[in-house]
């Protein structure tokens, strides 16, 4: 049974630490609010009183608070999660067998409680290979991509995004989820299996008559296969950042996966294609992993360090492994706790003024490998 003492130790946690290993992307002490349709950061978190509290949906509290609203948990279920999932001792809680104390394989092995209506739910991923299975690149994803991010269309062709323009369902007898204009991400595994897809919504813009897109054509798959991750883009001079002029219709979340989605690497399939020595690149996000591979880096993308299982953590170890760290508080942290487990992980800087690699590389400012 726990006692008073136990509790306030669950609710000294980090505040910001917790949020993150639920999957919530906190940037500057802010983030999108997972408790209602935000369009824009409302969810603060006070460092100082270690507490969370969004100013749209009046929700807030400590640790075991958030932990019982984001995963839908009873308090006894949300205080033994909690416990796991960061390496707190509870008597009676965290007793299984298996070694709490080992500081270094906490991550590894905290307890991952999926919320009540999510527990035995799967991604149809039979039904969403059906929509990857003939990409498309709309007008939206075109300018997004090719314009705004410089990237390259052999990157994406074999990444196997795709975009839609009406809504689409998740399942296959399912109403509208993704939100259109959006991109379709697929997660593989290293053998390439679909896990999951995120969407993207893609704010539709109010851009100059003479800024509008170009029309880019991503290629088939095959030829990056024959072709290295060489970007036919050189030296662009500046990313064009039209989000001020952006329309962002109320309650379209940014990003949305399936209930029932795991935690996962991003682009795992590459580590396939690593030659021996060859260095492997961490990204912080999905649009960081593509500006790498546009620059030529074999690149994975992780979007939260206390999202990697014991299993992420040995099979990353057996490869050579780089980092830009985001310019911020959430770039910093993920360095230092990524460094802890993965002792061999070497540092880069970006390059003054950009805030992460995916800007560097619209900017024409970071490295390309021929």
Not at 257 to 286: R, V
Not at 296 to 305: D, F, N, R, T, Y
Request: charged share 25%; with cysteine; net charge positive.
């Amino acid at each position: 049974m726990m006692t008073k003492e136990d509790i306030n130790r669950l609710n000294a946690a980090d505040i910001v630490g917790v949020a993150e290993a639920l999957g919530i992307s906190v940037r500057r002490k802010v983030a999108i609010c997972p408790f209602h349709a935000d369009t824009h950061p409302s969810l603060h978190f006070n460092t100082a009183r270690n507490r969370f509290h969004c100013y749209v949906c009046d929700k807030k509290g400590g640790p075991i608070n958030l932990v019982m609203e984001y995963c839908n948990l009873r308090f006894p279920d949300a205080c033994r999660w909690l416990a796991d999932a960061m390496n707190i001792r509870i008597d009676g809680f965290n007793d299984n067998g298996d070694n709490r104390d080992n500081r270094n394989n906490a991550i590894g092995l905290r307890r991952q409680l999926p919320p009540k209506e999510t527990a035995s739910v799967k991604p149809d991923t039979e039904y969403l290979e059906s929509l990857l299975r003939y990409p498309v690149i709309n007008a939206e994803a075109n300018d997004f991509l090719f314009r705004q991010r410089r990237l390259n269309p052999k990157v994406i062709a074999w990444l196997g995004l795709t975009s839609i323009s009406q809504p689409a369902p998740c399942w296959r007898y399912g109403r509208p989820f993704y939100d259109a204009p959006s991109l379709l991400i697929p997660y593989r595994d290293i053998d390439g299996r679909l896990i999951t897809v995120q969407g993207r919504f893609l704010k539709p813009s109010v851009s100059h008559p003479s800024e509008s897109p170009t029309s880019v054509s991503p290629p088939s798959p095959t030829l990056l296969q024959e072709s290295s991750h060489q970007s036919t883009i050189s030296n662009p001079s500046s990313i064009i950042n039209n989000q001020s002029s952006s329309i962002n219709p109320p309650s379209v979340p940014r990003f949305r996966f399936p209930k029932g989605s795991p935690m996962s690497i991003y682009n795992l399939p590459i580590l396939k294609w690593l030659k021996p020595d060859e260095p492997l690149y961490i990204a912080e996000g999905c649009s960081d992993c593509w500006a790498m591979l546009s620059a030529g880096l074999k690149a994975v993308a992780i979007p939260s360090a206390l999202s990697l299982s014991k299993s992420d953590i040995e099979m990353l170890r057996a490869f050579k492994l780089h980092i830009f760290p985001d310019h911020d508080e959430a770039g910093e942290r993920a360095w230092i706790r990524l460094r802890q487990w993965l002792p061999q992980l070497v540092r880069h800087e970006l390059d003054e003024g950009c805030k992460d690699f995916a800007e560097m590389w619209a900017r024409g400012k970071a490295p390309v490998v021929n």
